[in-house]
């Protein structure tokens, strides 16, 4: 049996009062729930406050470079199916770095779970416009508020048909846990974007702003593969924000699509030095 | 050498020279001559005017000359651009459809379009028409020819075959009643050489990467690295090797370094202005200690550059690419043979000290076929270094993905081995691989780092000398050539000089000691590269405090030729 204890303690850099605490808590206990040992467990992750957070639990991680969280989880998937890959990244990280990335990842869909910690701001850069920052909102750089229309993960990872689309809130702990243990169970690419307060630097998507607009959707009222109605559901933004799990699209997974790992995992296989004495008589 | 026949096609991009310069080639090759071909083609699909050279020989080629024996032109810029190469040579052109303004001495006019009609109906198969005829007007049999088009058009069935047997055999009938004596280049094939391969730079490379057991490929294409790429893709299934298209040069190099850090063989390919983009991730493979080969296949820059031609121009480049110190590993091949080798030894230097390794090449060894003696594939040897899972069962401490140890090198276990985690960061960490920031920690974690790049110069060998160990002037050359400097010491010395060549393929970390014994002997040393600024002998100055006497460049897009060399060296008198 694992328990939370196997995912350890440790201090962190965070602001006290950080969204991030409840993230850390949500995927540590997903994690128990599903009975998975740290060993078992891979966390890729970019550049940001967020992506620290593989440093504050045990499993196995490639902290790599700012905006690049995907990549490697990706080539990790395919080296070694067998892990529990998870891709760790902020709404800087992921939506503005690393947005080549995410709409490639999308299409590639390979079985990663993506938690995005969205909290509408640069939190380690100490306070710039993210690309989910609303506008208007003023910043040090951004000094007559943000000009720029705010990007909306949730549509734009239904329109590329990302086969798994939910949002939790770092506030809701336990809500927040099963929609991870959900994506974690989901094949295929899935997309957890995590409101998350940043109590330094956001000053005006605050916990009370949060809490007095998120509600749980339960039911969405329609099925979970309608495209089109999860569409409009995800342009639902204001004065209410839905959570939960917007759109599921079973299809194959990038690991589906590779043969070779039938076999086992890829890094496992034995080369075949011999066998190119066959290509070199095509030479010859 | 008692044959040297340099023949060369030329024509417009779309008018089917690649095929007929494979051709060509291979059944020259069959025959039993050694053949050395270039190709020189501009960055477009139709037009433009490009060309393929085929060098034939009795001896080993690896180089081209700048004189034409026997043009094949295909549009009418073939002869107003290649005429002055041609010297006494010969044309063979179809006068129906090009004209032919200067007077040439030595026009052969095959009718081909008219032949391909007649004879198969169609106009497509005047190319076949036109290799039928170079054959008979070399006064070769046709039975090599024919051996070729059937295995080059295999895939498109019987008819198609036929068809171009048929145009091959009336191209050559043609040659045979109108030229009944061939042209002045008449030759007597060899007999055919079970044991020798036609193979490109870029062939070689993905040879080299299977035989090592590559697992995985990520890269994006470019000109002129895509082959590599497209080599491996062909034979992935075959072989077990995951090939993915990323969507940028980023996530090509961040993919691979995911899949080698859990544990898969991995490689990418690009050209320079790819590279440019993975620079930051080269760091992080190098702070990350994970493995990784990188196939560099040069091109002329900045920017776009010159897409489809060669240049020596990023050996500074992959040198210092990158924020911060850390060590990498650079080999240059100058053969198709050495690609082979080098790519297979570039993955167990890259796994045993965990660090980026390149192979550098350019568009020139590339796309240039060489025929040499099959590689030899026993001598390749796979070496993972990485802890067992009985290893891992039987340590008693904690596992440190950086754990110190003298050499630098920490023993290497993968994500998903039971009793272990494996961490890594791109910030500075400590030996378990979490960020850690002190002082203390940051000078520990980056001797570790580079005192690998010194375990690593100990391992690398020496430069190859060519001709006499001893001789009074010595050439530097690096890489991709290898080919046209062995030929200037072959013409030097047969001309009484006292000329060899040190050919660098192990180029960074450069075995200093070595190095200053091999060029202390001659009086004048001249490096010649393919660059405008010598990068390779600012490296020598740098890291050796070698000066070399005299520079040959060359930096027009185009390769080396043995008589480009000798004119620049007689220029400068050196010889």
Known sequence: MVSIEDYGKYETAWCPGCGNFGILKAIKQALVNLGRSPHEVFIASGIGQSSKLPHYLKCNAFNGLHGRSLPPATGVKIANHELTVLAVTGDGDCYGEGGNHFLHTVRRNPDITMIVHDNQIYGLTKGQASPTSEVGMKTKIQTHGVFNMPLNPLSMAISLDCSFVSRGYAGNIPHLTKLIEKAIQHKGLSLVDVLQPCVSFNKLNTFKWYSERVYDMEETGYELNDRVKAFEKSLEWGDRIPLGVFYVNEKQSFEDNLDVLAQGPLYKNVPKTELVNELIDGFV | MNIDLNLKIGGAAGQGLQTTGMALAKTLKKSGFHVFATQYY???????????????????????????????????????????????????????????????DSIFHVPMLKIAKDVCGDKIYSNSVSMGAVIGLLCMELADLEFILKATFKKKGEEIIQKNIDAARAGYNYTKDNYPGGCKFTVKEPGENKNMMLVNGNEAVGLGALAAGVQFLAAYPMTPSTGVMTYVAANADKFNVVVEQAEDEIAALNMILGASFAGARSMTTTSGGGFSLMAEALGLASITETPAVIFLCQRPGPATGLPTMTEQGDLQFALNAAQGEFPRCILAPGTPEECFHLTTEAFNIADKYQIPVFVMSDQYLADSLFTLPRFDTSKVKVERHLLSDKELRTKKEEYKRYKLTPIGISPRALPGQEGVLVVADSDEHDEFGHINETPDNRIKMNDKRMHKLEVLREEMPAAKVYGKPDASITLIGWGSTYGPLAEVVDILTKGGKSVNLVHFTHIHPLPVEVTQKLLSKAKKTVCVENNSTGQFSRLLKVDASINVTEHVLRYDGKPFSPEFIIAVLKEKEVI
């Open chain 2, 42 to 104: 501009l960055s477009r699909v139709r037009g433009g005017h490009n060309t393929f050279q085929i060098r034939i020989s009795d001896s080993p080629v690896f180089a081209m000359t700048e004189s034409i024996d026997l043009l094949l032109a295909l549009d009418s810029e073939s002869i107003d651009k290649h005429l002055p190469e041609l010297g006494d040579g010969v044309v063979v052109v179809d006068t129906d459809s090009i004209e032919v303004k200067e007077s040439i």
